[in-house]
């Protein structure tokens, strides 16, 4: 994969990103959702998390097609959660078993890091001890918090959610960041 790029996402990209979520609705269980959303869906989501600052990447390959993408977002609204983020991570078909997923969750990592956060959770659908993103996310750091049996039912079964956690910066060994993102936003938020 040593031409594989990972960049930042814009909005040309939606309509590939809309592509590749669309095979994860559709065929997978990554997601529970039931139907593909629409491009103007997709890109109102990008644009309220690039809004609040949250990073969204995409791998690209040397031709320049898009092979995956991931994003980070809000783990729970409340605001006393706003020191943990959630990866997403969804891979093209054609791209599975390539290495691009784990540069994306690498590059994520980083990327969220960077921005004050002190925890990252993985919230992975159909989350059995074999799932490609369990093991993915293991082999990055991410330690098991605890799994919802019979969660969501697709495909005609039930499936059981995991829940993943990697700390950083300091984790909850010593108090927030004034500087980070999720502070500033939120002392943004307390005076508009």
């Not at 098991?144 to 039930?158: A, N, T, V």
């Amino acid at each position: 994969m040593s031409s594989l790029t990972i960049r930042p996402a814009t909005p040309a990209d939606i309509g590939r990103i809309t592509e590749i979520y669309a095979d994860a609705v559709i065929n997978g269980t990554a997601t529970y959702e039931l139907e593909p959303p629409a491009a103007s869906e997709m890109a109102g989501r990008f644009d309220s998390l690039v809004a609040y600052g949250y990073p969204y990447i995409v791998a690209q390959d040397g031709a320049g097609n898009i092979l995956g993408y991931a994003y980070a977002s809000a783990f729970r609204s409340r605001p006393a959660y706003r020191f943990i983020a959630e990866d997403s991570i969804y891979v093209a078909p054609e791209a599975k078993g390539r290495g691009v997923g784990r540069l994306l969750l690498a590059a994520l990592i980083e990327a969220v890091e960077a921005l004050g956060f002190r925890q990252l959770v993985a919230v992975i659908g159909d989350g059995t001890a074999a799932s490609a993103s369990v093991r993915l996310h293991e082999k990055l750091g991410f330690r098991h918090q605890g799994r919802l049996e019979g969660s969501g039912y697709k495909h005609g079964r039930w499936l059981d959610t995991t829940f993943m956690r990697l700390e950083m910066n300091g984790g909850t060994a010593a108090p927030p960041d004034p500087q980070s993102l999720p502070e500033r936003k939120y002392r943004q938020e307390k005076q508009g």
